[in-house]
């Protein structure tokens, strides 16, 4: 079965630094992708950033970006410039093609102005 | 355009009722999905339903069921209430079987069961 393990419950990072959220996972797939998603106090869960398995080249959307080790089975998430707004709970997730999503439990992100 | 839109916001319910939560899919979106997330954890999968068919249903009790409407909207209803239910269930929608992979959240429902 898929897991995903996110071992960092808790994360702090000074405004405007930089910090990475750690998450590893294990299928015996090849076919497969990973996610990464924000859930602030709102509650609303919104997609950061999507990494295709089958893709060498590491995910970015503008100050996030992914480090994606296939054989390693990692995919770590760096937040650049960290803003205030990026305060949230952060889920790294497995889906695949016709299937469910698989979250890990979460990271809470604090940001220290 | 609109998202995935559901309701109620929030409910209580007492233990040994039974609850409905509604979902409303993003336009063009054949696929619905159900999540329950308890407090502190991530997102548990519950049902996928595609044309008005199952295609998933996750480690969840019979007391867990759902339906989805001619007009892809759908339905979560769950019997026999147990304090352990109380969570925020999230609707997803999706293009269709095939584009799991672009799922789209929808606010959630708390349910709180007392």
């Known amino acids: 079965a898929q897991t995903v393990t996110q071992s960092q419950p808790e994360m702090s990072v000074q405004e405007a630094e930089t910090v990475t959220l750690s998450c590893t996972y294990d299928t015996s797939e090849s076919d497969y992708y990973l996610f990464w998603y924000k859930q602030p106090p709102s509650r609303q869960m919104i997609l950061v950033i999507r990494q295709e398995a089958y893709k060498q080249q590491n995910a970015t959307e503008n100050r996030f970006s992914v480090n994606f080790q296939k054989a390693a089975k990692s995919f770590s998430l760096k937040i650049s410039d960290s803003q205030l707004g990026d305060a949230a709970m952060y889920f790294c997730a497995y889906g695949r093609r016709d299937d469910k999503i698989i979250f890990g439990k979460g990271t809470r992100l604090h940001i220290l102005p | 355009d609109a998202g995935v839109t559901q309701s109620p916001t929030h409910l209580i319910k007492t233990r040994g009722q039974q609850v409905t939560l509604r979902c409303s899919p993003i336009?063009?979106?054949?696929?619905v999905s159900w999540y329950q997330q308890v407090l502190g954890q991530g997102p548990q999968f519950i049902f996928q339903?595609?044309?008005?068919?199952?295609?998933g249903r996750g480690n969840f009790p019979d007391r867990f069921s759902a339906r989805q409407f001619p007009n892809y909207s759908s339905e979560l209803n769950v019997n026999a209430l147990l304090l352990g239910d109380s969570a925020l269930y999230l609707c997803?929608?999706?293009?269709?079987?095939?584009?799991?992979?672009?799922?789209?959240f929808g606010p959630g429902t708390r349910l709180t069961v007392t």
């Open positions: 339903y595609y044309e008005k068919e199952e295609r």
């Open positions: 336009s063009g979106h054949k696929s």
């Open positions: 997803a929608s999706s293009l269709g079987v095939g584009r799991a992979y672009e799922q789209y």
